[in-house]
Structure formats: C-alpha cells, structure tokens
C-alpha cells in the first residue's frame, strides 16, 4: 500500500443511495469477519467530502509488467469491502482516523499461482479508493472495481503486510475467460494496451 495520496476534503449536503459494505459471493467458505463498514447516518445532514487521488506506477508491455511484478495469480473474487486504513502498517486501528486513507479489499480463492510463493487458498488483495460513508464523512476515490463469483488474473506487490496490494488501478487484474481465448481481453476498469495472450507468453519467458 506504500502510494502516494493527494486527500481534498470539502463540506457538501449530499444525498447518498448505497456504499461500499460486505458483499459476498457464493463460495461456501467463511470471509473475513470485520463488521460491515458501509452507510450510517442521516443523509440530509451536511457531511465533509473526502476525495482521493493517488499516483500509481504504469507498464508499456506485457514483460515489463511481469518483470516489476512479484506475485501474479489467477483467482476467484469472493467477497468486497472498503476500509479505511493506516497506510504505514496496514491496518485499520492505529492512527486517528482522518490519517487514514480509503481503501477497497477483496477476498479471493486462488485458481493458480504464476509468480510468487503464495501457500494460502485465500488470500486478501488492496487497493486504494472506493466509496465509504462513516462518522459524518463521506470518502470515494477511484478503484478497481471486481465482480463477485468472476475469476481475474491479478498483479499485486507483497509488502509483509495483512493484504496483497494490486499494482495499479489499470493494469492490475484482467478477466479469465475461455471464450475469449485470452486474446483480446483488457485490463479492469480500461483498456491497459496488454492482453493476456502476451502475459502468458510472458511469465513462459
């Protein structure tokens, strides 16, 4: 998680429909039991906008995004929630909480591992933004956004910490899918220029 964060606060009266809590797939494993962080509070009332801005490294091809990567796996999303955390230790009690940035995590089941020494069968992976309301703020910044029960090929940084973090917003984790051969399938969220077929030729390198 160690990124670079611009964090813009700003007082707004907002009506909010939904937010970012535990939503969970099919899979008949228990997640991570931490108490739904999602929507609280009146929504008329006048709230504190917290937007977030972060700076994330980017790849021009396949061999320089499996080269500067060091743990790529294939896995299932299973369950998403945002957090707001201490960036430094990664966790989500240590500093008050206007120190802390906003965060999404997902729980995935792992498929197979192509690059890093990964013994779990399920693993938490990070990244920054989301949308959360909580103690009369109201956080939201832009992410990677997943669908549960759908299996993506993920790229992600092992820093020792509770999550794996994904690499970047764009570039980060790309959808499996037969019927596409894996010969014209993009990135989550835009189109990062490298498909899968080169990413597999690639990691074969």
Same mark, same amino acid.
């Given at each position: ?90 966790? *989500?009690?240590? /500093?008050?909480?206007? @120190?802390?940035?906003?965060?999404? &995590?997902?729980? #995935?089941?792992? !498929? ?59 570039? *980060?984790?790309? /959808?499996?899918?037969? @019927?596409?051969?894996?010969?014209? &399938?993009?990135? #989550?969220?835009? !189109? ?14």
């Amino acid at each position: 998680m160690r990124k670079i964060i611009l964090v813009i606060y700003g007082l707004s009266i907002l009506i909010i429909a939904s937010g970012c809590g535990i939503t969970k797939g099919s899979g008949t494993s228990a997640g991570n039991n931490t108490g739904n962080v999602g929507y609280a509070g009146n929504s008329n009332s006048e709230k504190i906008n917290v937007n977030q801005c972060v700076d994330y490294p980017g790849y021009k091809d396949a061999d320089e995004l499996v080269g500067s990567t060091s743990v790529i796996f294939s896995g299932t999303v299973y369950e998403k929630r945002c957090e707001l955390l201490d960036d430094r230790t990664d966790k *989500s009690v240590s /500093i008050p909480e206007e @120190e802390k940035h906003l965060y999404t &995590i997902y729980s #995935v089941y792992i !498929d197979k591992v192509y690059k890093g020494d990964i013994e779990k069968d399920m693993v938490y992976v990070s990244v920054t933004g989301g949308e959360l309301e909580k103690n009369n703020r109201i956080y939201s910044g832009e992410t990677v956004e997943l669908d549960i029960d759908n299996k993506y090929l993920f790229f992600a940084s092992d820093y020792g910490d509770d999550y794996l973090s994904l690499v970047n917003i764009h570039q *980060s984790a790309y /959808i499996m899918d037969d @019927e596409s051969n894996k010969k014209r &399938i993009t990135a #989550v969220g835009s !189109d990062s220029g490298i498909t899968l077929s080169e990413i597999f030729e690639a990691i074969g390198k």
